[in-house]
């Protein structure tokens, strides 16, 4: 079964604080994956996809099959990184369609001053 | 236009209202999607347009009906609703089925 596992609710930490959001699947095939970030009253938004290996914003995730992890780091968080973060799963065609994307729980990242 | 854009942004509506939610893209993608977000819960989808053609139904229940009248546009039609229907309704776009534009989406609630 396709599954996104965001094992943290909510992650506090201060400024300047490394920050880790952890994000585990589980899927048959091979995956694209995905950080999308909601900041207070704005729309969802993509922040990272595993297949673009880019740091956005001072965040990069990397893709660990072995460990099927796919984990957002950012070695010096900021007050304006608060923000729900949902990491998601798409498995491609789904149905002979476009594909879906399967979203885990979301951790709300507060980072206090 | 780079943006997905969604009407109305709050909507209020009784239990026997007929109303609809739109949803216009101008990128060129050729896939959207309806998704309903709870409080602090993930998006669930709903539908997905493929083509200008329904390609998934995620058991959502009749009262809401999708309709994608071209390539831009895509509606939601609601009917007879539940206050549980109460949500964020978003739509998304995408232009190769993986990465997803969302849209600000439609706050409904239903009385």
């Known amino acids: 079964a396709q599954r996104v596992t965001q094992p943290e609710k909510l992650l506090s930490v201060f400024k300047g604080a490394p920050v880790e959001l952890k994000c585990n699947y589980s899927?048959?095939?091979?995956?694209?994956l995905f950080w999308y970030v909601q900041y207070s009253r704005q729309r969802l938004q993509l922040l990272l996809r595993?297949?673009s290996r880019e740091s956005i914003k001072g965040f990069t995730a990397d893709l660990n099959k072995g460990e099927t992890s796919f984990h957002l780091k950012k070695p010096f968080a900021q007050e304006e990184d608060s923000a729900m973060y949902y990491c998601?799963?798409?498995?491609?065609?789904?149905?002979?369609?476009?594909?879906?994307?399967?979203f885990g729980k979301g951790t709300k990242l507060s980072v206090k001053p | 236009d780079t943006e997905v854009t969604q009407t109305p942004k709050h909507l209020v509506m009784g239990m026997t209202n007929k109303k609809s939610l739109k949803c216009e893209q101008h990128?060129?993608?050729?896939?959207m999607y309806w998704y309903k977000q709870k409080a602090k819960k993930p998006p669930e989808l709903m539908f997905v347009?493929?083509?200008?053609?329904?390609?998934i139904n995620e058991s959502v229940p009749s009262r809401f009906s999708p309709e994608c009248p071209n390539s831009s546009l895509l509606n939601l039609h609601l009917h007879a609703l539940q206050p549980e229907d109460s949500a964020l309704y978003l739509c998304?776009?995408?232009?190769?089925?993986?990465?997803?534009?969302f849209g600000p989406g439609t706050r409904l609630t239903v009385l």
């Open positions: 899927y048959s095939g091979s995956p694209e």
């Open positions: 998304a776009s995408s232009p190769s089925g993986d990465e997803q534009f």
């Open positions: 998601a799963l798409s498995g491609g065609n789904y149905g002979g369609s476009q594909g879906n994307l399967i």
């Open positions: 990128m060129g993608h050729r896939a």
């Open positions: 347009y493929s083509y200008e053609k329904l390609s």
């Open positions: 595993h297949i």
